[in-house]
Antibody, heavy 119, light 108 residues
């Protein structure tokens, strides 16, 4: 059974950056694909990007290219997502989600991290 | 980029069958995954690869995919099935995942 434990809620100023962590346990972290998905209040799911830790390869959705950085630390089985140049529209719950392979469904999800952008 | 479209809402009486669609250009040639999300919770996959069910998901949940429409069907609908349902498709041209806008299922 895979468990994904995310870091706690964040409140950030516009223009700043936020880092959300996702600690994985119980799976094959290195060979899995870790995805990041966000959900603004009252809105749907939005895929942000992913990483395959063993390869170190990342992919970012076009909307977030240049603003999102996804990394993974195999030694601590933790994935990170940094989103920079925050605006009010980035207020959302951010989820990490595991897939066995790049095109597989997201079978395990973190609990979500609320990021609030406020001045 | 690839676009998939879902109806914003679907309503059904208890015991009936709910059908939630996901439309996209030749979506029948792609694998579609379906997620259920209840308020305040993370999504849960209920159907993957068009019509397969993860362990623990009731047989009442089924999926099909042909032409320009994928469909999630929930038979013998119960009050506990009220949730938002999202379809998900891999866009191989961009190596991106695409989610539908979500459909809110209301049990009357």
């Amino acid at each position: 059974q895979v468990r994904l434990l995310q870091s706690g809620p964040e409140v950030k100023n516009p223009g700043s950056s936020v880092r959300v962590s996702c600690k994985a346990s119980g799976g094959s972290f290195s060979s899995d694909t870790l995805n990041w998905v966000r959900q603004a209040p009252g809105h749907g799911l939005e895929w942000m990007g992913n990483i395959i830790p063993i390869l170190g390869t990342t992919k970012a959705a076009q909307k977030f290219q240049g603003r999102v950085t996804i990394t993974a630390d195999e030694s601590t089985t933790t994935a990170y997502m940094v989103l920079s140049s925050l605006t009010f529209e980035d207020t959302a719950v951010y989820y990490c989600a595991r897939a066995r392979a790049v095109v597989d469904p997201f079978d395990f999800w973190g609990q979500g991290t609320l990021v609030t952008v406020s001045s | 980029s690839y676009v998939v479209t879902q109806p914003p809402s679907v309503s059904v009486a208890p015991g009936q069958t709910a059908r939630i669609t996901c439309g996209g250009d030749s979506i029948g040639t792609r694998n579609v995954h379906w997620y259920q999300q209840k308020p305040g919770q993370a999504p849960v996959v209920v159907v993957y690869d068009d019509s397969d069910r993860p362990s623990g998901i009731p047989e009442r949940f089924s999926g099909s995919n042909s032409g320009n429409t994928a469909t999630l069907a929930i038979s013998r609908v119960e009050a506990g099935d009220e949730a938002d349902y999202y379809c998900q498709v891999w866009d191989s041209s961009s190596d991106h995942w695409v989610f539908g806008g979500g459909a809110k299922l209301t049990v009357l």
